[in-house]
T-cell receptor, first 118, second 114 residues
């Protein structure tokens, strides 16, 4: 079974600075998808960014980018020019590319709480 | 706004009771997923439906059941409720349930069992 590990329960960053959230995963599959979701105090789960394992190029979405290291099974999220609105819980998630059984589910890490200070 | 709606937003009930949580997927999405977020278990997959049929089952208790109706909305039924069932229940949807698709989450239903 796949597992996702987020080893940083909490992180803090100053406004306008850059922060990197770590995520590692364990899988025997070669094709899969990785996601970062943001959960602000409203508790809504918001997709931040996704990465296809077959793509070598790291995904970017405005101020958010990932560092995907397939061999190391690492998928970190970099937030540039941090804003107060970035304060939230961030979850890393894994999804298999196969479509049978429970493979279509998302497997989540335990989350990293990001605090943004002035 | 993800386009996924869930009702009610909050639910307070007593142990032993039964509740029904409702989810409407994004327009055009055929697949619905249910997840539970609790303090001790984190975010866990419960069950998936595709076009009215159960496709995958995760860590769902026997006291819990779900269904997806012809109009594609889904309901999660929780019975014989226990204190430990207090959690945030999310519904998510995707077009066909395939691995490459992103799942979009609803706002969740916060259940408190007293």
């Amino acid at each position: 079974a796949q597992t996702v590990t987020q080893s940083q329960p909490e992180m803090s960053v100053q406004e306008a600075e850059t922060v990197t959230l770590s995520c590692t995963y364990d899988t025997s599959e070669s094709d899969y998808y990785l996601f970062w979701y943001k959960q602000p105090p409203s508790r809504q789960m918001i997709l931040v960014i996704r990465q296809e394992a077959y793509k070598q190029q790291n995904a970017t979405e405005n101020r958010f980018s990932v560092n995907f290291q397939k061999a190391a099974k690492s998928f970190s999220l970099k937030i540039s020019d941090s804003q107060l609105g970035d304060a939230a819980m961030y979850f890393c998630a894994y999804r298999s590319s196969t479509n049978t059984g429970t493979a279509s589910k998302l497997t989540f890490g335990t989350g990293t709480r990001l605090q943004v200070t002035l | 706004d993800s386009g996924v709606t869930q009702t009610p937003k909050h639910l307070i009930t007593a142990t032993g009771q039964r509740v029904t949580l409702r989810c409407s997927p994004r327009s055009g999405d055929l697949s619905v997923y249910w997840y539970q977020q609790s303090l001790d278990q984190g975010l866990q997959f419960l069950i998936q439906y595709y076009n009215g049929e159960e496709r995958a089952k995760g860590n769902i208790l026997e006291r819990f059941s779900a269904q997806q109706f012809p109009d594609l909305h889904s309901e999660l039924n929780l019975s014989s409720l226990e204190l430990g069932d207090s959690a945030l229940y999310f519904c998510a949807s995707s077009p066909t349930g395939q691995g490459r698709e992103t799942q979009y989450f609803g706002p969740g239903t916060r259940l408190l069992v007293l």
